[in-house]
């Protein structure tokens, strides 16, 4: 079955950096369509990044681009998100995503002085 286990979630004050990894298996990740999601208390999901199987042309929320950077090792079947800049309003629960139907138990992100 699938399986997608994020990790590096913290408490970073604001500026800092977090680099967030996704391990997964139980399906063909050098295929699969893959995303970053959050979701922060009181808000609504959010698509924070996608990237295709090959890794060309990922997508980014607009207010996360230029900060962070979603990358895969298709060979370890991993999945990052390095966060750069980190801000406030970045705070929320972080899951990986195969496609649209298939999340992680999620990781969570604080960013607070």
């Known amino acids: 079955q699938v399986q997608l286990v994020e990790s590096g979630g913290g408490l970073v004050q604001p500026g800092g950096s977090l680099r967030l990894s996704c391990a997964a298996s139980g399906f063909t990740f050098n295929i699969s369509t893959m995303a970053w999601v959050r979701q922060a208390p009181g808000k609504g999901l959010e698509w924070v990044s996608f990237i295709n199987s090959g890794g060309g042309t990922p997508y980014y929320s607009d207010s996360v681009k230029g900060r962070f950077t979603i990358s895969r090792d298709n060979a370890k079947n991993t999945l990052t998100l390095q966060m750069n800049s980190l801000k406030p309003e970045d705070t929320a629960l972080y899951y990986c995503?195969?496609?649209?139907?298939?999340w992680g138990q999620g990781t969570q992100v604080t960013v607070s002085s």
């Open positions: 995503a195969r496609g649209l139907f298939h």
